[in-house]
């Protein structure tokens, strides 16, 4: 069973940190670019980070640079999203899911959520004093 889930998520308080971790079963996910997603109650889902397959090429969402940090482990099939400092405004359900087709990460504005495939099912994370 194809399947991606994540996890690390929960209640911190603003100037905290957390790192989320991507985990997949089922499949590898060595040739994929994987991106990281929230969306937050009454809000669309916002495209937050997104790493190549090789890990060469990351984009983030203005909203998250210099606080937030992507990486993969392709030996242990999982991506870590890195959240320092962080704010009330960055509480949302976070997501992982990757990227389908041919992908460019380098020179990327945006990230569109049509443009991934596989899901998983989010991990809350609440910041909150």
């Known amino acids: 069973q194809v399947q991606l889930v994540e996890s690390g998520g929960g209640l911190v308080q603003p100037g905290g940190s957390l790192r989320l971790s991507c985990a997949a079963s089922?499949?590898?996910?060595?040739?994929?670019?994987i991106g990281w997603f929230r969306q937050a109650p009454g809000k669309e889902r916002e495209g937050v980070s997104c790493i190549s397959s090789s890990g060469s090429s990351i984009f983030y969402a203005d909203s998250t640079k210099g606080r937030f940090t992507i990486s993969r482990d392709n030996a242990k099939n999982t991506v870590y999203l890195q959240m320092n400092s962080l704010k009330p405004e960055d509480t949302a359900v976070y997501y992982c899911?990757?990227?389908?087709?041919?992908?460019?990460?380098?020179?990327?504005?945006?990230?569109?959520?049509?443009?991934?495939?596989?899901w998983g099912q989010g991990t809350q994370v609440t910041v909150s004093s």
């Open positions: 899911a990757t990227a389908q087709g041919v992908y460019r990460v380098r020179g990327r504005a945006t990230m569109v959520p049509s443009d991934f495939g596989s």
């Open positions: 089922g499949f590898t996910l060595d040739y994929y670019v």
